[in-house]
């Protein structure tokens, strides 16, 4: 069901999915650029998460930075498809978990501490369902953003970030990770809000908010703002498109992909042969199917694609969509 929102509301989404001002009081800083209180902006905020169109106000981290994650598929027989997914729901390293139209048509993300942590996850779904599961890590990301403005375009970022597949992890402190999990459900939505998540650590708010600074310039956290459950705001068409790309043209033409306006995400993966043989996948949110299929075309059309092995995968359920959880020991980190 699509949620009505007022113009207000939809400002404050296209503003604000990054960027979150690092500054003690952030949410007068972004009221003040509304022409709004302090109190209407987090008044806003909380009604955008508490109203289902936001998961939570807070950061997105790059894969594989602080922890390990991986994409996971099991092809489910359409009967046990929601006691399947409850199975795979239980794991608290599972963050989203979708039905998709395929063979292989129960589709999640599992995070952990390591790659240990990730594969002892992916070996208790298996023991419980009875069922193989494909296991999809991610080797290199060539676009990722889902921050995009839910009026049109594609978010403007810092022409200066560092890029999704080189982020700087040579500056994680073994703190961090205790100020992540700390903010795993969103910052508290409160007029200070990096002082209640510094209190809570024993920490300072200067710390806490250098510490998100530096974490941001090395491409750790990705983005830090309202993080939207699209469905929500009528972006019910997303469809996952993979291609199986020989290694020799895999990035000039990821590369190309992740340049088109309508591609939220691009990025190349393990494949698990011979059941999964593809290993790029691109994600177009549209909000009517014919839009999405004519974006693929587009792709196809660009750059010489169209004979290339490939397959379509549209979302049809979300059973779990939530930020992602540092499960598991503590990271190694210098």
Sequence with gaps: MTIE?????????????????????????????????????????????????????????????????????????PAQLEEIAAIVNREAGVNH??????????????????????????????????????????????????????????????????????????????????????????????SRPYQAVAQRLGRSEADVISRLETLTDAGIVRRLGIIVRHRSVGF?????????????????????????PSVTLCYRRRPAEPDWPFTLFVMVHARERCSALAVIQELNRANGTEAIPQAVLFSRRCFKQRGARLVGGERRVA
Aim: aromatic letters at 6%.
């Design 97 to 190: 978990n979708y039905e998709r139209e395929h063979r292989f048509n129960l589709w999640f993300v599992v995070t952990g501490a390591d790659r240990d942590a990730v594969d002892a996850t992916l070996e208790r779904i298996s023991r419980a369902t009875g069922l193989d599961v494909l296991d999809l890590p991610m080797l290199c990301a060539y676009h990722i953003d889902l921050g995009f403005p839910i009026s049109g375009g594609r978010a403007i970022v810092n022409k200066d970030a560092r890029p999704p597949c080189t982020p700087d992890t040579d500056v994680l402190e073994r703190a961090d990770t205790a100020l992540l999990r700390a903010i795993e459900d969103g910052l508290p939505l409160v």
């Design 5 to 77: 929102l007022n113009q207000l509301d939809r400002a404050l989404i296209d503003r604000w999915q990054r960027d979150l001002p690092l500054v003690p009081q952030p949410f007068a800083a972004v009221a003040q650029q509304h022409g709004i209180s302090e109190a209407e902006a987090l008044e806003r905020m909380g009604e955008l998460v508490s109203g289902g169109v936001a998961t939570r106000i807070g950061a997105v981290l790059a894969p594989n930075t602080v922890g390990a994650s991986t994409l996971a598929a099991i092809a489910v027989p």
């Design 236 to 260: 019910s068409s997303n469809a996952m498109a993979v291609w199986k790309v020989e290694p020799e043209r895999i990035d000039e033409i990821g590369a190309a992909f992740a340049a088109h």
